[in-house]
């Protein structure tokens, strides 16, 4: 191979492949040209219907075919001829070249042989400088010129020309053409379609209705003769021909056979029912047919038999009727009651035509369904009312669901009647057994809480001699899972309240252990708080660490204390549960029994199918019982369930087992033995009740320990109780005696009421007079003489000369304390330049003097007052004093007493969260009014101390109910002397008791029984302050009035 | 005597020779009622060759095989002779309850004894009982200068129920008296320690038994109960050391109390069985009674003196007038000084307040809850406490038990070895062995029948590698709770550790056998 020929292989490579691209650009335009215009052809002969379509489309698309192939083979035979080897492509490059024709030819010839030259006598340097020229010339050859594109150019012409040709040909010829493309392209039918044209004028239509649908015939004129009927309609149709006939027909034809039929009359189909028309006049048609499925129709014209013309199809739609429909509105989809109760069930039904029966169907939870009906309408299309659901019918067990709900049928009578059914509702009998798991579940989920939160507490490292900063850290986020375990259980005991099957004594325990918690775990807060905002300053030494040590300390024994009860609460809940749930086992053992005795009397195979169906329905029910009370089992510790009980749970299953014995003697036929058999488990299963009810009545040790103190305190409250009001009946006889000595000089007070309150106001503009020139100081006292001094008007306006001389007494310190306090400041402000914004020396001065003089007015209505309230010692007789003094001395020892009860109340709460925290405040109020009566007595003063008995008893009486209550309970379970927790009144209420009510005699104060409480007299007082409508002033002035009296 | 009168007089019709030749039945009789069976074989045996279709020598020959514990023979010759009751005993009855209770029992041999067993977990009781036994039998040659000849026969029982069966006590009188062991018919009947909730200290008891079964040997079965019972209970510890260790503090206190209040239980009370007495109280007050009296007797004069009564005894004399004159003062005089060494007897350590009632597994009257046993902590505020730390237990929270338990233990201390066991492991859960050692120590010196007590201690020690300590520990665990598997898990390890590979691979293999796994080398964390 010369060496130069390597540029001229190159430029042939590329003079190659640019023929090629050429010829098959030129191929493929020219040859897809030409396809489109014999594809245009054969549209527009497929678009008019010329010739046999099917023929018309193959030979079009055989030719449109043909052309592709045509052009694809012209441009093989081309590149063949042209480019097949290096001399073809040296050829027709030469063509376009021809000065390098020769040259190039030889080169690429010479290149070739170039082996053989030299034998055949060659000079190959002469071939070689021959070959290097031709290369050189070659390799600035421009092949576009030497290899034009001219051929390609000219069929993208023609292949644009015969597209615009066929664009035009769609434009003129619309859809005629587009649907002859269509059928070329094997869319839609081979031939175009030719709609026969109507053969009659309007057609009149009376449809007359079936009578379910209750709708009155109807005529239409003027019609395409379209129908759109229910189903069963009689259709009567009159129209005139277009042309003279003989005879007449509609022809129907069903949904499923084409509705479209080409224009060539034939005979009819298979699917097709056929009507005879009248003729009247050779043109006027009528007849009739009946509308039973959706389809078409079309009018027929014959001679004879021979069809002359057949018009369109004329649509017939069906109108559909609807299912009929029906709902439950009421009560929700699901819903828990008793087994005996009477569900009300609000229901609607609609039907587009009518309804017509109404059934309730109850699936109960053994065997199969039952239906009832419950309505038979009358040509009504929609209806609603209401039922009682009355369960006692299926004899439903605690815990089991049965399924409802309405079915309806509609009235057509043509197809047949249909069926709609509502949404299936449940009723789930209430099972307190249940309910009280669940919340018992509740309440363990918080004791573990507790127990966890105790546990991490003991497990937190100790703090000597100070705590760092992790160990404070911690230390918090337990006090803050303290205060959630609080919210949790108060949470728990109101949510718990709600419920009908609430353990009472757990809600009270639960209660109680959240007050507990939350009084051991704020003032730990609290100090924790100030430490660690104190720490980097604090001692080690510091009291503080020392107090938060002992909070600690009190509030691990608080949850020691509360984890050992709730688990005996728990417990014990749970040891009465299982008495609850082997009482119910044996109950049905009894229906079972008498189930038996009845099929024994009158035995039959459907009732023995009933009886066998029951057994099997305790079965699954004494399965269910026992995994229950295995599952509480589980949790009891034997203080209240001994190994003895527990033993007993095995045996049960033996009950299980006797119960297959039954079902086995039963399908034998031997009744006697089954009887036999079920009294036999009767006996068993009344001896494990009455150990279970032994078991669970049992309380340990302890439990009957402080049982007994607590009773014993009980009797020491009563007494105390029973005392303090032999006391308080003794004193109210003196104090009648001292009323009815003073009731002249209210009397003539009442006359001068109007000019205290002159005096009391004047007192309180002057003290408002001191307001701009407060120093921050003394704001407290101002606040103090001016609420006292309001008290005081309001007193006296109300009549209440005893409310008013406490206000008046209660206000002077503090406006003397007032005035000096300004003067004070005042000096101190002449001395010592002020900050900026405190007031000045002047100012201060100026507003003491006015709290100076506001008190003048109201030492003028204390003495007055006063002198309304003589000392007690100047208007009773000496005996009655003297009286007094004892009762003085005895009110002090009754005081003693409660104190004592008090620290008794201390240690019992220390060993059991029996008492809520409030309880100490409640036994601390009762002491309090008896000390301040005790001082009071001693004062002579009966009335005031006769006051003081009276809030003692109040108190006094609250604790005793209280305590009454817990006996209650303890009585209520099947256990004796379990102590359980005592239920605090007050703020936190009893929200969910509403429905209560109590049977406990109440007594009905007189009405000198009682003197307004303090704080009730206070709060009418804020009211009074608050002010009414003018209208209402003098109604409320009185009301207040008897109120306060 | 008036029970072996009778029960001559039933046999005698039986006797083929009558009134004629009434000397053979009554001595063959009276043979096996002095358990004296070489005696009775040479009156019997000719007699059965001789006679074998007389009712009279089947009935004994019946006799006899029960004796010989060849119950199949003896079931067969009494139901020939159509009779098997003698004496107020049913024979027939026993023979064929201990041949059903013992058929598939499998044996053990040592040189002076063989032990039937039932098959299975009672295996790992076999070579401590053998060791234990020969070790008495070494020592009670050593004390009454005599030991039996031949074999002598240990049936393990399951359960009560079959000591009732193959004896003549009721299921009752057992529970109620705790009778776990008989000595009788000439065999030792031991009651297995899995059928009691914390099992016993069943080597002593083999030991106590033992003792019976030598004595009445020995004195020809005059021995009256009382100081059969005295030698019995002063001498079952003798196996492991010294006599008169088994008294427990709570029944020293309960003897201290007795005698104050002069309400002992009297040696006529004692008669006919220890275990017809009302109550467990007052058969511990009783054995006390009559171990202090022999621990008296020991002190006033040694083994020679003891054996001098037995001679006495065995000669026919009373034991009354045997004591007064092996004393040398009246029988009145040993009683009012035994009385006086009785009130005067210092307490052991926690004497005051040990109350260790038997249970029995199968005992509905007995608690079998987790938290029964706090029932025995009188402190109300110590139980609660306990309780909390069972609480934080169950919960996997060891440190906070640990705070707990140590409450009540503060309050009580550690006289409930329960409530210190539990303390101990919360201790050594929580990374406070030493806390625990020292409370262990503590309290299995009050309490030294209480396993778990040692089982802790072995733990501890296994724990440090103190190998001699641990089996130390673990062989005082398996004295009372031998089928307690972490127990010879623990001892396998502590035999590897002091190279004694055959103790460690039988150990091993019994931990196998309780627990139904290969043992482990991680003996802790097993039940509590």
New interface residues.
Partial sequence: MPPAYGEIERVLRWARRREARILLLAASALGLAVALLVALAGAWALARGVGHAGAVRQVTLSLAAFCMVGAATWAALSLLRRASSPEATARSVGRGAPELRSDLVSAVELSRDYGGLAAQGYSLPLVDAHVERAAARVSGLDLGLAIPATPARRAGLALGAAAALCLVALAVGGKTLGRGFARLAGLGPPAPVAAPDPITGDVELTFLYPAHTGRPPRTVSGTGGEVAAPRGTEVRLSTRADRPVEAADIVIQGAGVPSVRPSTPGPAGPAERVYSLEVKDSRQLSGRFLVDEPGSYRFRFRRGSKVVAEGPPIAISVEPDAFPEVRITAPAQEVEVDASARVRVDWSASDDYGLKDLSLVVKPPAGPEERRPLRTFESTRRESGSFDLDLAAWKASEGERLLYWVEVLDNDDVSGPKRGASATQVVRIYSEAEHRRRMLERAQALWEQL??L???R??LPEAAPRPGPERMARAQALDGRARELHENLRDAAAAMRKERAAPRAVIDALRNVSSGIRAAEQPLSAARTTALRLAGTLPATEGLWRRISDLDASMDREL??D??YL?QLLDKERAQDLVRLAKDLQSRRRDLASLLEKYRKAPSEEARRQLVAEISRMKARMQDMLRRMAELAKGI???H????A??EMARQKDALGGLDKVEELLSKGDVEGAMKELDALGSRMQEMLSRLERTAGEP???TR?LVKEMRAFRDQIARVEKDQEKLAGETEKVRQEYRKKLEEQLRRMSAQAGRLEKLAHESREELERAKDGLSPRAEEDFGKSREALQDLEKSLQARDFDAALESVRKALPSMQRLGLGLEDDAQLAERFPQPLGQKGPLELREAGRHAQRAMSPARKVRDELERLFPDPRSVLSQRDQQKLDAYSQRQRELERQAGGLRQKLQELSE?APVFPPQSQAMLGEAQGHMGRAAGELGQRNPQRGHGQQREALDALGRFRKGLEEMAKNARGGSGQGFPFPFAMGGEEGREGDDGDLSHERVEIPGAEAYKVPEEFRRDILEAMKQGAPEPYKPELQRYYEELVK | MRRLLALALALLPLARAGADEPEPTRRALEALADEDLATARAVIEPLLAEHPEDRGAEVLGGMLRFHEQRYAEAVELLEKAGAGRAGGIDYLALARAARDVTRDHQHAESEHFRVSYPPGKEEVLVPYLLDALEAQRQALQDDLGYAPEGKVTVEILRDVRELARLSTLTEDEIRTSGTIALCKFDKLMITSPKALVRGYDWLDTAAHEYTHFVVTQRTRNNTPIWLHEGIAKYSETRWRGAGGQSLSPWAAALLQDAVKKDKLVTFAQMHPSMAKLPSQEAASLAFAEVMVAVEYLQKKGGRALLSRILDHVAGGMPAERAVAQALGVSFDSFLADWKRYMAARPLPAGGDTELRRLRFQDDPRQGHGAHAEWAEIPDERARGFARLGEIMRERGRWAAARIEYGKAMRRVGPRYPVLTSKFALAAMNSGHDAEAEAALAEAARTHPHYAALHVNMGRLRLKRQDWKGARDAFLLANRVDPFDPEIHAGLALAAEGTGDAEAASRERRFAQILSGRPAGHEPAGRKE
Avoid: I, Q
Avoid at chain 1, 641 to 644: H, K, L, Q, T, V
């Fill in positions: 127990v966890r105790l546990g991490d003991l497990e020691e204390k984890a050992l688990e510790s034997d203080e369930m001994n190994a003895e527990l033993a340990d040790e302890k320990e060993k």
